[in-house]
């Protein structure tokens, strides 16, 4: 489990800070129990949660309180809380959550497979990792979904503009079809390199980012582009910053 992450779509990141020793035991989840020296690592965790081998993080900034209408069925339940109790070399495994508390039940997301998005403690939260995906398409629930595809700043994440209508969508008939490879070897091409700052607006109001590395050719989603993906997101973002003044 990689500890460290560039970050981008906001969902899929684990960032931790050590001020202090590492712990003391390869079970942290057992230190209570097995031993009097407790985790000394101090670590801000990432809200997410992992349900049948599939790594999900909390959308907080392009969705809201999900309503008891949109609840579908249980598909899974906590089983261990990380926070307060696990230290850095826990490794994630099924029932796994950052905050949630044990017994927090999990549903899907009506609308939704719940490969992509699933509701806990009426929060959405969206696949960050799923090793049985084989393409982009299968990672992403969003076909006939979409509404537009925009820039953002790198700097803050404020809107700069739009893609046209007709590159929205070529946008999304590129994306879906990619291999799924995962965001270790996209990061591995990427991670001195900038990135492009893009946001997918769905047709149900909710969003979610992606950013995109031109020179590797790679989206932090975990793929790598097609040479014709690579024009279109370039050559919109050079059309938007342009009308923008920047």
């Known amino acids: 489990m990689r500890w460290f992450k560039h970050w981008g779509k906001t969902s899929f990141v684990l960032l931790f800070m050590i001020v202090a020793a590492s712990c003391g035991t390869a079970n942290p989840e057992l230190v209570s129990e097995k031993t009097t020296e407790p985790c000394m690592a101090e670590i801000d965790w990432l809200d997410f949660l992992m349900i049948n081998n599939i790594k999900y993080y909390q959308n907080y900034d392009g969705?809201?309180?999900?309503?008891?209408?949109?609840?579908?069925?249980?598909?899974?339940?906590?089983?261990?809380?990380?926070?307060?109790?696990?230290?850095?070399?826990?490794?994630?495994?099924?029932?796994?959550?950052?905050?949630?508390?044990?017994?927090?039940?999990?549903?899907?997301?009506?609308?939704?497979?719940?490969?992509?998005?699933?509701?806990?403690?009426?929060?959405?939260?969206?696949?960050?990792?799923?090793?049985?995906?084989?393409?982009?398409?299968?990672?992403?629930?969003?076909?006939?979904?979409?509404e537009k595809v925009s820039l953002e700043s790198g700097q803050d994440g404020s809107p700069i503009g739009n893609f046209s209508q007709e590159a929205s969508s070529e946008f999304i008939s590129e994306l879906l079809p990619l291999p799924y490879v995962g965001f270790d070897a996209v990061y591995e091409k990427t991670k001195h390199e900038a990135g492009i700052f893009l946001r997918v607006d769905l047709q149900d109001g909710t969003s979610f980012r992606m950013v995109y590395y031109p020179k590797a050719n790679g989206f932090t989603a975990g793929a790598f582009g097609t040479e014709k993906l690579k024009v279109l997101v370039t050559s919109q973002r050079e059309q938007i910053k342009s009308a923008a003044g920047l």
Do not use: W
């Open 63 to 146: 969705t809201k309180a999900v309503t008891a209408e949109q609840i579908g069925g249980k598909v899974g339940e906590v089983s261990y809380m990380l926070s307060e109790h696990a230290c850095t070399d826990h490794v994630a495994k099924n029932g796994d959550a950052a905050f949630l508390p044990i017994g927090t039940d999990v549903y899907a997301l009506k609308g939704y497979k719940s490969e992509f998005r699933v509701v806990a403690d009426n929060k959405i939260y969206e696949v960050n990792e799923n090793p049985n995906a084989a393409t982009m398409g299968d990672l992403m629930d969003i076909e006939g979904k979409v």
